[in-house]
């Protein structure tokens, strides 16, 4: 069939029938032995930006006025039908890439990002993933990514903590969603932009804490699992949230208003290779509360107490992603050096107005941090990059005595 054959048979429905045809043609044209050829992905392209989002018209120019809320609705619930009735996860993909990948247009943003947070809240697994290698394929860091994780943020993590356990529940659902997910959020917090500093909302927090101190493999879970994804395409790496969350639980102490909670004691072995918790993880004891043994953290704990809590399932997170086999691919080094400018501003601070820095809580906390997760990294071999030139960076940072011994210790080993 020709392409003026195909739309003329298009254009005999009404929308949203005709989204619901042209995604069948699509699968048509897409889906086979071979990847498509040229010609067969500029047609499939054609059909979606005139069948699906009504972005032109029969001749081929732009509308300027695009579908209305209704109609997304609509062409909402047409997508969701599909990508949940699809039995081959390759197929998904492949439509779900072709209908949102590389595009620029706010207009099909604005219909995924409804269409992702409408996900959520029915916790559609096939969807759910399907978003997950879209945010792998477009790069969690991304700024549409990150303009997608805002919107869930705020429609599921500012105001309504209702629905907690709902939220609890998709990293055993859709764990690859969930990991790329918690990657990018990790960009949207805890830097500065022009003057001020993004705090994660309280229900965030609580989640992401829940999520990584009950499952440790989670944040390695869209490595695990590889998308699979169209024949032809070229499979963008998953980048795991680790280093983002590091740089959560160190920086914390000093960028949160709250007293620090207690810390992690680690007792140092005669040959420093290794770093040990010295209590269990589900005997430590935040001030006068236990924490729950399902890790979900109780409402009257302290943020303070959460990072803690978050900072231990980090290190957790950092064991289980030791590579048996193949070179690290959990934490990049490079990431982690960037900790490094937002500890000397803190300290320079404290400095400027004369405080010993051996004396300010906050700033110890945060370099035993650095110390116990860069140690539990490199003993379990979860680091990749450039080691020394992250050893070199921690070594520009004031006195602490846990830093020293794990700086030391690996630059004889390098």
């Known amino acids: ?71 997304e609705l609509q062409l909402i619930d047409v997508i969701c039908e599909y990508i949940s009735a699809c039995a081959s996860e390759t197929t998904k993909n492949t439509i779900f890439l072709s209908l949102f990948g590389g595009m620029e247009s706010q207009r099909r943003l604005k219909v995924l990002s409804i269409l992702a947070s409408m996900a959520v809240s029915a916790s559609s697994t096939p969807v759910l993933l399907a978003v997950g290698v879209w945010l ?59 003057g001020t500093r993004k705090m994660p909302p309280r229900n965030l927090l609580e989640v992401i804490t829940c999520w990584v101190y009950s499952n440790p493999t989670l944040c390695m879970s869209a490595q695990l699992n590889p998308a699979a994804l169209p024949s032809g395409s070229i499979p963008m790496a998953a980048v795991t949230p680790l280093a983002g969350l590091v740089h959560w639980c160190a920086l914390a102490p000093i960028y949160s208003g709250e007293s620090t909670a207690p810390k992690l004691r680690f007792k140092e072995r005669s040959n420093v290779e290794m770093a040990d918790i010295q209590v269990p993880m589900k005997r430590i004891k935040l001030e006068n509360d236990h924490i729950p043994k399902q890790g979900v953290p109780q409402k009257t704990v302290t943020e303070a107490e959460l990072y803690t809590q978050l900072h231990l399932g980090v290190l957790h997170s950092l064991r289980a992603g030791r590579r048996t086999h193949g070179p690290p691919t959990a934490v990049n080094a490079q990431n982690l050096v960037g900790l490094t400018p937002h500890v000397q501003a803190y300290a320079h601070s404290l400095l400027k107005r004369g405080i010993k820095l051996q004396n300010d809580e906050k700033l110890q906390d945060c370099f035993d941090r650095i110390g116990q997760a860069v140690q539990v990294a490199l003993a379990n071999g979860c680091v990749y990059g450039n080691i020394s030139n992250l050893l070199a960076a921690l070594d520009t940072l004031p006195e602490n005595r846990l830093l020293r011994i794990i700086i030391k210790t690996h630059q004889q080993t390098i």
């Open 1 to 71: 069939m020709s392409i003026s054959d195909l739309k003329h048979a298009l254009r005999k429905y009404e929308f949203p029938a005709c989204a619901k045809e042209a995604l069948i043609r699509i699968e048509q044209l897409l889906v086979g032995r071979a990847a498509p050829s040229t010609k067969q992905m500029d047609i499939a392209m054609d059909i979606i930006a005139e069948f699906v989002f009504c972005e032109t018209d029969r001749r081929g120019g732009r509308r300027s006025v695009g579908i209305s809320p209704l109609q």
């Open 136 to 194: 792998q394929q477009m790069g969690c860091s991304s700024s549409q990514s990150l303009q997608l994780a805002e919107n869930i943020i705020r429609d599921h993590f500012f105001l309504n903590t209702s629905n907690q356990m709902m939220l609890k529940s998709l990293a055993n659902t859709a764990p690859q969603f969930v990991s790329n997910f918690i990657t990018a959020v990790t960009e949207l917090y805890m830097h500065d932009v022009q």
